[in-house]
């Protein structure tokens, strides 16, 4: 009885925090899109204003545990100084880009979590031996690329571009750079969670404020909606969804993740609708669909490998 009520227990624990990433998750790009485009918060600040903070609370946990940021010459800034870049910095900066050009949070969604992994499956194939392209990924990727396709034609389906079609190539982008990420971390060397989320955040803090000084300080003139906008995107989104993210993988796996991204994209489009007006688009929603088609084949061949490496047994 004991065991089983602390199974409930857990699993009560898991999805409570698999809701609260999702929400998160979700509500970033909402957030985003209204501190930048409706805010007129200038988005070569936003990477600064959500990484500055976070760097700092991080940096002071390590020292307060007893640990050491290693000295510069460790080969762990550069691999880790790279995935705060690509996977915070460079992101945070195309996503407000985009967004200040008026693509909608739930296209950012649905571009950013759907084409990430397909990138992804492509990129890991040449940078990583251990994940070469199978004709399941390849179909999946092919599909996945149809869905993105679908998204930048216009309402009336013809041949030509939709209108905003240059700043959606921002998201595309942003895609492009968590992938990047995700390569980096396949490949960088092992260290305590805690120094690697530092070592991150301090590069990404650093290089945001090299890409925002030169644009000027923020005459600070913004809304308190603007305001607590940023202040939920640098402690939740930027803080604590990496906890949050980091415990849900221990407690389940990176399956339980993928699971996530397929319903961030769902909620970030439904939350834009009820909150910020966002047009509601049946070729988003057909878009969405075939680019999660896509993903589900292509990781349904993950798991068949999976499969065939594991011993009866297990």
Known sequence: MLKNANSGKNTLKLYTMVAAIVLIWSTAYNLMYYTVYSGGFPAEWIPAARTLLPALAITLYVYARGMKLPNLADQRWLWYGLMGFFGMTAPF??????????????????????????ITIVLAHFLVKTERLSWRKSAGFIIGFIGVVFLFMPENLDLQLIQNWQAQIFILMVALSYALAAIVAKRAPDTTASVGAAIMLITAAITALVIALPSGIPDGNYSGGVLLALFVLTVFSTGLSDILYLKVIKMSGPSMIAKINYMVPVFALVFGIIFLSDAFSWRSVAAMMIIITGLLIAKADDKQATGQTKKPNE
Do not use: D, H, Q
Request: a neutral charge.
């Open 93 to 118: 900066l195309l996503l407000a880009l985009g967004n200040a050009r008026g693509v909608e949070s739930g296209i950012s969604s649905i571009l950013t979590n759907g084409v990430t992994p397909l």
